[in-house]
């Protein structure tokens, strides 16, 4: 049996996206994807990422903010950069690594302009179900060359 890829998805604070997409590939691709998550920075998990994970039955309440730094040592396959500040001010990686980006919309962005608790809520959910449809397509889009955005 060959070993799980080791992905990183890169995001500005390791709030929001990331870790969305880290808790997705852990409960829909466990099995051939150890994910991490980290930021170029850290900032507080989001508590309205973590509000719609639950929803969809992905707990990732445990999950702590992490600098790219603290993950210096992990081996990464691939690096998927899920914003666009993180592309832009991605660090190299040592050895293999191969960075890909895909980015996706920012929740507090969107839900800035929302008037409601439950409008906000639904900018979290559309940005957490679009992470959920890229994680189902892996690893297979990562392999054959990734889908760039």
């Known amino acids: 049996m060959s070993e799980k890829l080791k992905i990183l998805f890169l995001c500005t604070g390791n709030s929001c996206r990331s870790q969305m997409a880290e808790g997705w590939a852990r409960a829909l691709k466990g099995d051939v994807i150890e994910a991490y998550s980290a930021g170029i920075e850290t900032h507080v998990l989001n508590p309205n990422a973590v509000k719609v ?3 969809a039955g ?23 950069t899920v914003c666009a500040h993180a592309h832009e001010t991605c660090p190299m990686f040592p050895g293999k690594a191969k960075v890909v980006h895909v980015g996706f919309d920012d929740p507090p962005k969107l839900a800035q302009e929302a008037t409601t608790e439950e ?10 179900d679009e992470i959920r449809a890229f994680i189902e397509s892996l690893p297979e889009a990562l392999v054959s060359g990734g889908r760039e955005a």
């Open 53 to 55: 994970m639950a929803e």
């Open 58 to 80: 992905v707990d990732i309440s445990g999950h702590q903010s992490k600098s790219v730094g603290d993950l210096a040592d992990v081996p990464f396959d691939y690096v998927v």
């Open 119 to 128: 409008e906000a809520l639904g900018c979290y959910r559309r940005v957490r």
